[in-house]
């Protein structure tokens, strides 16, 4: 291939030639003739919010049957911040009810994901999704996805408050400019004419920051502030850390390059946090996140996809070079943004000395700042669903009609109620009560700091289970932390059916990562890591491969003993993992 036209992968031409992402997803969703849609479209299908699966627990009952794969779609909202009404959370679990599989499930990125639409149903969901002023746009494919940060109400000194602005504008600033999201999910609000099919336009709208094959990979941002990291703001490709004097939020730390999937098979690919880039004024924001898209917009590997996201273009360039070109694109991206050429600086400052410093997941009863309260709920993998005496989806519908106006979802799946009032809790706590809710002060913190992703049945690329399972092992490391008197220790527990990482395991204290299946129980095996911490700054190391699910805590205790024994005052047990180093920790066994 010439050196003009560079070696591109299948995705990149699908994108390229799909006119501002349009291709032909609407004949085919109209093509009543078959239950799914061809392998191109459901690569455009994804910029819109939604992704074909098929339920694998029925594969092999199918094809003896001689039929085809259970289809159905997963579609995702966006929304920046987390932020959600009592009328939107209501019109999403209706929708859930009426055209999906009955549950939501509340994402790693302060999402909601419905599970089981069929296609039938694809347009309807998404239409109504739009019609309670929400959006799927943008909330999977190679684009910006859903901007987190901070949820937390705390009103005492206007610094969330502003988080959330910023989050807002961000989100509007990244959405790609084209009119295909609009043209076949929303337009038709007024009429309904869900059937028509339009043809694409002559030439692809102008887009200054994703062009016409948009980014190489995913892009994440989030927001945070130094003493409460509450988003793993180093796990995103763009993590903005707030650094404040006082009550004054004076500017951002840019960190360039986090992201967690990894293909293991592959040497150079690997999970990464990311690195401290500059110092910006908090009114420079949008220049500086214009200017990186801008660099990996045009540097990113685009021929492999597993080397197509920003740690491996910064790994490849060095920081140093990556940086220098960012100075270089500084001009376009201020124009982009319109404001004067030379705005920001050049160069670049070197990073704020502030860092992170803190962690907490908001959960229980807290005071705002403004007279009321708010509450965070856990809820376990973020599954809203009722199940015998558990009846989460019943709670909440309670809580959204009579005593919640909003709400906050965390990057932990977990859910905060706002604006409430001090009269209300025991009410509230009592509702929950009634309908065998937990709240914090009922479970255990290895619950409480525990998720994961959703891997088996739906997921294409889970190897094993993850959230059908991971609540039965912390139910037996509850019972061996009971026992060594570490109930009470604070450490996160995260879980993924594959390498790609969705439930951040890579920096967790604990992290279990789907491996392989043996072959003759069926029982799926982890490579398990330890010693990142709890304020998500640092990376763990690999402890033990292909460990038997059912085998995983047996693995964990004899750590666990030697940090009851051996810990220095006030150490975290990912702090201790760190501290004795990956091969002492392989070396020790449980007293006899």
Known sequence: MSA????KSKVEVIKEESHGLRGSIQSELADPATDHVADATTKLLKFHGTYQQDDRDLRK????EGLGKAYSFMVRNRIPGGRITAEQFLGELDIAEEL?????????????QLHGVVKGNLWSTIHRINEIKLSTQSACGDVTRNVCCCPA?????GLR?????????IAVHVRPRTKAYHEIWVKDLETGEKDRVMGPPTEPEDDPIYGQAYMPRKFKIGLSLCDDNCIDVYDNDLGLLGVTEGDQLIGFNILTGGGMGTTPSKKN????????????????LLPIITAVMLVQRDFGNRADRSQARLKYTIHNMGLPAFKAKVEEYLPEAEAICGVAEGTLPRPLPEPHPADVTGYDDHMGWHEQGDGKYFLGLPIENGRVKDEGDYRLKTALRKLFTDHVSNARLTAQQNIIFCDLEAHQRAEIEQLLADHGVPTTEKISNARRHSFACVALPTCGLAVTESERVLPGIVDELEGVLAELGLGDEEFTVRMTGCPNGCARPYNAEVGLVGRSVDGKTGQGRYTVFLGGNLEGSRMNVLFKDQVPMNEIVDTLRPVLVNFKENRQPGEGFGDFCHRIGI??????EEPA
């Open 583 to 588: 091969e002492t920790l392989a070396a020790i």
């Open 161 to 169: 408050d502003q988080l959330q602005k910023l989050t807002d504008e």
């Open 100 to 112: 999906g599989n009955g549950t939501i499930r509340l994402t790693t990125r302060q999402s909601i």
């Open 269 to 284: 690919c690997f999970p990464a946090l990311a690195k401290r880039l500059t110092f910006v004024k908090t009114e420079h």
């Open 61 to 64: 009952a199918r094809r003896k």
């Open 4 to 7: 003009d036209k560079p070696k």
């Open 153 to 157: 109400p705390l009103r005492q000194n």
